[in-house]
C-alpha cells in the first residue's frame, strides 16, 4: 500500500526545490487551454441560468458556480499568463435580464437548466480528473486537484437540489434474477 505521507513529503518538496522547473509539456498546455475555454462557456451558461429562472435555489446555484468559474479563471489565467502560454478567445459575459421577457419557445425549464448544469459539473470533474492523470509537474496536479475538489463540492450541492426537485434523471433499478422482492 503507497505510504500517503510519503507522497505528501514528496509533492511539498518538489515544490520548495531551487530547480528550475521544466516547462509545460503539450498536454498539459493542451488541458489548461481547452479547460479555460470551456469554463469561459460554462460561465456564459450559468449568466444565462441567472436570466431564465424564477426558482431562488436554482438562482442561488448558479450564482454559486458563477463564483466558481470566474475565480477558476482569474486563477487559470494568471497561471497561463506566467508560463507564457496563450489564451484562448473567451466568450463575454451576458447581461442581466429578466426571466418574464424570454418567449416561451425558447425559455429552458428548471429541470432542463438544472440538469445541464449538472452535466457541465460532470464533464468538469472528468477533465479534472484527466488532467491530473496527464500532469507531469506537481504545480500542474495541484491545480487540477483544486479545480477537482470545487467541483465536486459543487456537484453535491446541485445533485441535492434536482433531487430535492425531482429533476436528477435516474434510470431504473436493477434486479438481479432470483433477487428477493421488496
Given at each position: ?14 515544490l520548495?526545490?531551487d ?104 464533464l ?12 507531469i ?46
Amino acid at each position: 500500500m503507497p505510504d500517503v505521507l510519503e507522497a505528501v513529503k514528496n509533492v511539498l518538496q518538489s515544490l520548495v526545490d531551487d530547480e528550475p522547473k521544466s516547462p509545460l509539456h503539450v498536454g498539459e498546455v493542451m488541458s489548461f487551454w481547452s479547460f479555460l475555454s470551456d469554463i469561459a462557456e460554462e460561465l456564459v451558461h450559468s449568466e444565462a441560468g441567472i436570466n431564465s429562472t424564477f426558482d431562488p435555489e436554482l438562482r442561488k446555484a448558479f450564482h454559486a458556480s458563477v463564483k466558481m468559474f470566474k475565480s477558476q479563471i482569474e486563477r487559470l489565467t494568471a497561471f497561463m499568463h506566467s508560463e507564457g502560454v496563450p489564451l484562448p478567445p473567451l466568450n463575454e459575459s451576458k447581461p442581466v435580464s429578466d426571466p418574464n421577457h424570454i418567449p416561451l419557445g425558447v425559455k429552458l425549464t428548471e429541470d432542463e437548466l438544472a440538469n445541464s448544469l449538472g452535466i457541465k459539473i460532470y464533464l468538469g470533474i472528468t477533465v479534472c480528473a484527466a488532467a491530473i492523470n496527464e500532469s507531469i509537474r506537481n504545480d500542474v496536479g495541484l491545480i487540477w486537484l483544486e479545480f477537482l475538489q470545487e467541483y465536486m463540492t459543487f456537484g453535491v450541492t446541485i445533485k441535492t437540489l434536482m433531487k430535492k426537485r425531482g429533476w436528477l434523471k435516474v434510470p431504473p433499478y436493477y434486479y438481479p434474477p432470483g433477487s428477493p422482492s421488496l
